[in-house]
């Protein structure tokens, strides 16, 4: 058995952390998990269609909804501005409804009818893990300042 003096039994545990350490944690990049999210659902929206229906008009919302509430998502480092972060996500979100048209059109011609839903399986994972690391985000232990 180990001898342990008292006054080294009590003592609080203390932890050094370095300036660069901090620094670091805030010049992180921001996550694209909501990126991904963006793009399978744009993808999935294209693949069925630009009808007018209540599906794809509740997929429109929840497409521009994905488009504008990631940015006021916590985060620890200084974001760029709305307008410039905004129109790179529209640009994300065009590119995958291009694709998901351009996949509805070989469905069934090109490729087999199993292909249709591989936007919709990729939109769950994706979401999946968009929500376990914003969960972790927020939830995670941080050192007192």
């Known amino acids: 058995m180990q001898n342990i003096s008292t006054p080294a039994m009590f003592a609080e545990p ?3 952390v370095s300036e660069a350490a901090h620094i670091n944690e805030s010049e992180g990049q921001f996550t694209l998990d909501t990126t991904f999210v963006l793009f ?6 294209g693949l069925i269609g ?3 229906s209540f599906a794809t ?3 429109f919302l929840t497409l521009i909804v994905f488009l504008i509430v990631p940015y ?3 985060f620890t480092a200084s974001q760029q501005s709305f307008s410039r972060w905004l129109i790179g996500r529209i640009v994300v979100g065009a590119v ?6 351009m996949l509805g059109q070989a469905v069934g011609t090109v490729l087999p009818d199993t292909f249709r839903f591989v936007p919709m399986t990729l939109l769950i994972v994706a ?3 968009c929500c376990n690391v914003q969960i ?3 939830l995670k232990h941080r050192l007192a300042r």
């Open 14 to 16: 203390t932890l050094i």
């Open 40 to 45: 399978f659902l744009a993808m999935d929206l």
């Open 50 to 52: 630009l009808g007018m």
């Open 57 to 59: 008009a509740l997929q």
């Open 72 to 74: 006021f998502l916590p």
């Open 96 to 101: 995958g409804i291009t694709f998901g048209m």
């Open 127 to 129: 979401a999946i893990i």
């Open 136 to 138: 972790y985000g927020i």
